[in-house]
């Protein structure tokens, strides 16, 4: 009797040992791991919007699983352990403050995939990847300078990193071109998720005399705001067009679908390799939503035609001649941003009021 | 009628009984809800508390996390139960194990890239020292105005927080990051890496300090005179005046033990498994240590027990979360029910139950 | 830099409305230390009424019926807190935090299918022509009706805690439970009515976030401010009206820093964030020094357990 049960845990032992071990008629393992909860309705929502892609693409060659709310630093390089150790073959972390973890359990499984969203620390089996959002503020930054009347435009900022300065650079310069009057009034919330104050901050802009208000954070209370003072909004991460049905404008949608299919359609194939994604409108990772029709016909046509110069590359969204806030020369006529100049962007261009808290 | 009786001395049997009890009662009404959740109950509750142990694939790596993952829950319960046992009310734990990581963390980027074997200790004394600093505020409003400890401690938290944004959005912000808010991260500035010191295991320093705390307070609380004026106060402040317990001194000692053992847990964590010091560097450490300091009824061993148990069930809600596809919602409500059912049982050791039947008079 | 670009009267009007989630929460909350117990779950309250009166108005098509279901469900999740400490004398501080943790859980769990969605509008009582008054008319007629019941409550407490029978045996019981037991007070019941109290309102106060500040329901809508709650009844030092000062006030921060920023006016945000809490301590000092008068406020027997002996 003893023995037999002894036998039995040993062939138990053995059975969850190969279940763990990746065999080819085993679905494909892939992980994700969140900041957020899934129900917040912004970034993380729309990266689990991108795993259910997954799902939905590639059927029963793979199995998707996630953790969600895991704080960045020790707890996330934990779940990554563990996430590697249970069989993961490809591993999406999707936050910022991931990167050092990602990097440090890469380096011990080096037979797992990782993918880092908009870090810049790879390694053989980490990929990064990030969206140029910038290109979708271009769009709707020229959307906006049309709409407003009183020629002020309200901006909730999140933090001042970057990515964000660089948004506000592409909606200014692009308002600023189609309506030289155009005054941005920027509000820093030092929040990614805080839908009261993010609300706090839209009614302020609009008693500040904005009538069209952009955000770079993730709540649609902006947009509710908008909807209820009767002034106009962009969706951002997601639609949010239940939100703002006649404040809404268009809309700057994070589409991680495409990419998270075909990355992982690469590892199914066995051509997954390193690499750096920075893709925007063209690639399909960023979206611009659909136009209102509150917008007149010929505004649309201009918008849709600088998405298009976008998407073809007549057009970068950084061209000459810029300055910088200071007056000092950045680019001149004709000369585009490179990259990395736009990776670490902690400036204003030239006609922006205000500066760049520290 | 059912009717309460206070035990004259809390029973041992019950002691040991009810956290047991807690638990059983947990996983019924957990395994309820899991049902609820469309998840197989026992599958659910199985890999919350099996999987980290015994789960042959994950129990290597998960069992040593067990102890990184409860150290500073541990490390901080101990130094708060003095305080607690003294009817001394630190509820800020929070802020100061925020203030250790800033103050020890400073110190150590001040003097980036320096390359010295002092640095890791001086690190984790300006660590310890911030912690304390941050503790002994409460105490001095007190004892001179007499401001009640609870609110002080609990407000100062907020302004730690605020002012770890600050640093790590401006004074300790890495210069080389990109631009992005955080520090540089300690793991990879040699001198100052609170590394692990078994390889693999992730066991740092810190663990082992917070073994050492709880055998230091153990015997405190034992063998030396403060332990024993420490008890006193908490069971009788009356007798403890006549005792000549000195009341400020006792202040000072219960809220700067508790603020330098949560800011050594602040600087182990950052210098550690964290690595870096940002906007969100704190995740509650703080506020879960208080809970821990009771469900273990501010014993030190007690302590350790509940420790455990609560960064058991982090780590196999973590599990079941990717094993199960269990929302991270479901694991915060059980929890929340396990604390409910062990604070709600205490009572046991202190009273017993009576049956009696009604007297006509 | 242009103090004058902000109109104060508009201000003051968002002020009001920024306050509403943590007044009802500090004012319930009030109501439950004047009775001389600490419940640190105002957090775990205010989720749980922010998405069960979420729910209940979307499904049921109406956002008055939402605001009673998030007072029940405050007040029911309170009961869980006042049973484990009244009658099972659990610790009143690690007991309100398990309640936080244990509110946050649920209402995700509740909330789940609910991310998205638009909630039914509340409605604005019409005063016609008084809102077209010039300042008055902003400052006085366009708000939410929970505001104008806010004022209500605010001053119904007041009365109640100052001048009613039952609200001197609370406030007994809150300053020595030993000595309001042997007087004949019911300190258990009184202590539990009081916790309903404030597990009502601190889900009314959830309620206002998810269906009128916001409006919206999204995990952790509350972000926070049931602490805020906490500190501003300190803050108060017990006493109503200083709770609506003091809600303007913590709200009002935010706010101003704000307003400062579109005009253009730099300040370190995480400095100025920091300043009510300091106040409140200061505050705090002020009144436990400034001899018994004032100190009188302050409930004794504040978070002490209660134990009637035989």
Known sequence: MFKHRLLAAAAAVAGAVLAAAPGAADPLKVGFIYVGPIGDFGWTYEHDQGRLAVEAAHGDKVETTFVENVPEGGDSERVLTQMALSGHDLIFTTSFGYMDPTINVAAKFPDVKFEHATGYKRADNVSTYSARFYEGRAVIGHIAGKMTKTNTIGYIASYPIPEVIRGINAAYIHAKKV???????????????????????????????????????DSPAAMTIAEEKGVYAFGQASDMKQFGPNARLSSIIDDWAPYYVQRVADVLDGSWESI?????????????????????????????????????????????????????????EGETADDGTLLGMNFYVEGIEGSIPQ | MLRLEPRLEASRTWAALTPVMAVAATMVAGAVMFALLGKDPLVAIRTIFWAPLFDPALAAYARPQILVKAAPLILIAIGLSLGFRANIWNIGAEGQYVMGAVAGGGAALAFYPLDAWWLFPFMLFCGLLGGLLWGLIPAFLK???????????????????????????????NPDGAGF?????????????????????????????????????????????????????????????????????????????????????????????????????????????????????????????????????????????????LPSAAIQAFQGMLLFFLLSMEFLTRYRIRIRRLERN | MDFGAINPLTLIATMIVAAMPVLFAAIGELVVEKSGVLNLGVEGLMIIGAV??????????????????SVFAGAALALIFGILTQFFHSNQVATGLALTLFGLGLSALL????????????????FGPLADLPVLGLLLFRYDALVYFSAVLVVAVWWFLGYSRAGLALRAVGENHDAAHSLGYKVVRTRILAILFGGACGGLGGAYIALIRVPQWTDGVTAGAGWIALALVVFSSWRPFRVVLGACLFGGVTLLQLNFQAVGIEINAAYLSMAPYLVTILALVAISGSGRRAALDAPDSLGKPFRASA
């Open chain 2, 143 to 173: 004892v001179t105005f007499r401001a009640n400890e609870i609110l002080v401690s609990l407000m100062l938290v907020y302004v730690a927080e605020q002012y770890l944004a600050s640093v790590a959005l401006g004074l300790l912000r």
């Open chain 2, 181 to 325: 808010p955080g520090s540089r991260n300690l793991q990879t500035y040699e001198s100052a890496h609170n590394a692990e010191l078994i390889a693999g295991t992730g066991i740092h320093l810190g663990v082992v300090t917070a073994a050492l705390a709880v055998v230091m307070v153990y015997a405190l609380l034992r063998m030396h005179r403060t332990g024993f004026e420490i008890k006193l106060s908490g069971q009788s402040p009356r007798a403890a005046r006549f005792a000549g317990v000195n009341q400020a001194v006792l202040t000072y000692f219960c809220l700067g033990t508790g603020g330098a053992f949560a800011g050594l847990a602040g600087i182990f964590e950052l210098s550690g498994p964290s690595g870096q010091l940002s906007i969100d560097f704190n995740v509650g450490y703080g506020f879960t240590a208080i809970i821990v300091a009771f469900l273990g009824r501010l014993h030190p061993f007690g302590i350790v027990f509940a420790g455990l148990l609560m960064a058991l069930t982090y780590i196999g809600g973590e599990m079941a979360q990717f094993m199960l596809n």
């Open chain 3, 111 to 126: 909330g789940q299918s609910y991310a998205g969605i638009k909630p039914p509008s509340f409605p604005y009582p019409d």
């Open chain 3, 52 to 69: 069960s009166g979420f729910i209940v108005a979307v499904e049921s098509g109406s956002a008055v019926t939402g605001l009673f279901a």
């Open chain 1, 179 to 217: 309506n030289p009057d155009v005054n941005f009034k920027i509000v820093w919330v030092f929040t990614w998720f805080d839908p009261a104050k993010e609300a706090d901050a839209a009614t302020t802009l609009i008693e500040q005399g904005a009538d069209v208000i952009m955000q770079h954070t």
């Open chain 1, 276 to 332: 750096d994604t920075w893709h925007g409108i063209k690639e399909g990772m960023v979206e611009i939503g659909e136009f209102s029709d509150q917008i007149p016909a010929d505004i649309q046509a201009e918008a849709q035609a600088i998405s298009d110069a976008i998407v073809s590359g007549e057009y970068h969204t950084f061209t000459g001649p810029l300055n910088r806030q200071d007056g000092s020369p950045w680019l001149a």
